[in-house]
């Protein structure tokens, strides 16, 4: 990680002018320069460039020119790291690199040690979190105590300490009628159950997909039946209980069609993919880099062209980091026996950016899937910067290319495919609440603030 230095701040949150930007909202169909005025951590005005704003006199102008302004990102997976695994990452490291990558709101999956099943421990790390002053956290909540898929834990409980939903991460419940109960629990009171659709059995002990690639590696493989049949598990059982689902890392063809044919019918589905499914296939694991093992695995070149306009036409609603920061005694072993996953919040806005380059789309098309989508599927009024909303802003240069090494990642992990590539498109300056908490340019981060809730 790069060494930073502390940005002193004022206590009271600052009047800020962001001048010269060119601001992209898709909520508010904004796709023009306009300089944006905030006071008490909200923005108040938008106005032409270079217009003064009657009775206003900043205490601090950022200069955007030649930059795109954006709503803060917000990523629906990010492993934090605590409890229970700091020698991988710590909270502090990995909400800067949270912060460097322009999201200032994130999710942060269950499957910490312990688990986060106890109201104690949500409330534990959201202190944590806000002690550390940097970007928003929302923890998801174990949908089974230890997350062993055998007992509910107390939803409710953890719904009043913090949690936004309810998850297994990526085990598995094996019992379906534990499942079918999680789920009509979940529906009495409106809670989201985000679920990967990963068959417990077919497949469970693969680590790449299925086809001649892993066959001539000799590797073992996860079918698509893995993600297909779980998929129709969970539809059957949504088709019963009446619950909302977020289906977490989509990655076959047959699986986006599934989903598509399940939103036609009127079932509450949300979806989202990891970004480097939207680049990588199977044949780049071909070197054994143990740096491409991901869960679930990467799959054919016509899956991956699946996911690009699955992601382009609505069926998935969210492009996420699935951010998982891993030390080198478990990355740096054999690629069958590495750890899976891969660091990615610093990358997720670069990688969206190639995505929608590549497929056509607009760039606010692109900021869509990581602003106003996943606020929708956390329901929060967030990802948008209407006159009022809360100042948390991404400010970015769109065609800045930058190497991805251990110099310019401020995670804790280096596990990345990306690692040593050139990559267009960086983050430069950041604000959360209102306040500039990042600024690549003066070499460090804000300190001594709150977030709100």
Not at 6 to 26: C, W, Y
Request: net charge negative.
């Amino acid at each position: 990680m790069s060494p930073t230095r502390m940005m002193s701040v004022p206590a009271i949150l600052p009047r800020l002018l962001i001048r010269g930007g060119h601001l992209i909202d898709p909520v508010n169909s904004v796709d023009e320069k306009t300089d944006l005025w905030i006071a008490d951590g909200s923005l108040v005005a938008r106005t032409e460039p270079g217009k003064m704003l009657d009775g206003f006199e900043p205490d601090e102008i950022i200069d955007a020119t030649g930059a795109l302004v954006c709503p803060g990102l917000i990523d629906l997976s990010a492993r934090l790291r605590e409890p229970g695994f700091e020698y991988k990452a710590t909270l502090e490291s990995e909400m800067r690199a949270a912060i460097a990558g322009g999201v200032t709101r994130l999710v942060c999956p269950p499957d910490t040690d312990p688990p986060l099943d106890e109201p104690g421990l949500v409330e534990m790390l959201k202190h944590r979190a806000r002690n550390l002053a940097q970007t928003h956290v929302h923890p998801l909540g174990a949908l089974t105590i230890g997350l062993k898929g055998e007992q509910l834990t107390e939803m409710a409980e953890l719904s009043e300490a913090g949690c936004i939903g309810f998850s297994q991460g990526p085990l598995p419940v094996v019992n379906t009628q534990v499942l079918m109960r999680a789920m009509q629990y979940a529906h009495t009171f409106d809670y989201a159950v985000w679920l990967y659709p990963m068959d417990p059995w077919v497949g469970r002990t693969g680590v790449a997909h299925s086809g001649i690639v892993s066959g001539r590696m000799g590797l073992p493989g996860v079918p698509v039946a893995n993600e297909t049949i779980a998929l129709q598990t969970i539809f059957e059982l949504m088709r019963v209980t009446g619950a909302r689902v977020h289906l977490c890392r989509l990655s076959s063809a047959a699986g986006i069609d599934l989903v598509r044919r399940a939103k036609q019918e009127g079932l509450r589905i949300t979806a989202d993919v990891a970004v480097h499914h939207l680049h990588l296939i199977d044949i780049d694991i071909a070197d054994f880099d143990p740096n491409f093992r991901v869960q679930p695995p990467f799959r054919s070149q016509r899956d991956r062209e699946a996911i690009r306009s699955g992601l382009a036409d609505g069926t998935i609603d969210v492009v996420c980091s699935d951010h998982a920061p891993i030390d080198d005694d478990a990355k740096q072993l054999p690629f069958g026996e590495a750890e899976p996953g891969v660091t990615a919040l610093e990358l997720l806005l670069p990688l969206s950016l190639k995505w929608a380059r590549e497929s056509g789309l607009t760039m606010a098309q692109a900021i869509q899937r990581l602003t106003s989508n996943p606020a929708t599927v956390l329901g929060r009024d967030a990802g948008q910067l209407g006159i009022g909303a809360q100042a948390d802003i991404c400010i970015f240069q769109p065609d800045r290319v930058w190497t991805v090494n251990a110099k310019n990642l401020f995670s804790q992990g280096c596990n990345t495919p990306y690692f040593g590539l050139d990559i267009e498109g960086q983050v430069s300056t950041v604000l959360v609440d209102g306040r500039c908490v990042f600024d690549r340019s003066k070499g460090g981060f804000a300190a001594g603030y709150k977030p709100r809730a």
